[in-house]
Nanobody, 125 residues
Framework: EVQLVESGGGLVQTGGSLRLSCSLSGVTFDEYAVGWFRQVPGKEREGLGCIKSPDNFRYVKDSWKDRFTVTGDNAKKTIYLQMDNLKPEGSAGYFC??????????????????WGQGAQVTVSS
């Protein structure tokens, strides 16, 4: 059974940082692309970035590149979303998702089959 377990959400002040973790199990890690997404109530889900092992090919959406970094630890089968200089508009539910993919990274608009439970991030002003 494929499982993605997220951790690391919480409350942070404007300008602060958080790191979200997404641990995968039940997969051969380097066969799966992992994406990060965010969703604000009442708005469409937004793709943020993706990563693909074993070369850790990474992509972050241009609008978030100056604040978000996606990294991975192959040995731990864990993907991270480092969020720096957060602003109140960064408040959202953040989700990781995975899909089997042979390419460098699965485009964020494509279907991801497995999803984490989500982590709430709240940025106070």
């Amino acid at each position: 059974e494929v499982q993605l377990v997220e951790s690391g959400g919480g409350l942070v002040q404007t300008g602060g940082s958080l790191r979200l973790s997404c641990s995968l199990s039940g997969v051969t890690f380097d066969e799966y692309a992992v994406g990060w997404f965010r969703q604000v109530p009442g708005k469409e889900r937004e793709g943020l970035g993706c990563i693909k092992s074993p070369d850790n090919f990474r992509y972050v959406k241009d609008s978030w590149k100056d604040r978000f970094t996606v990294t991975g630890d192959n040995a731990k089968k864990t993907i991270y979303l480092q969020m720096d200089n957060l602003k109140p508009e960064g408040s959202a539910g953040y989700f990781c998702a995975a899909a089997w993919w042979s390419g460098p990274c699965l485009p964020l608009g494509r279907r991801y089959d497995y999803w984490g439970q989500g982590a709430q991030v709240t940025v106070s002003s």
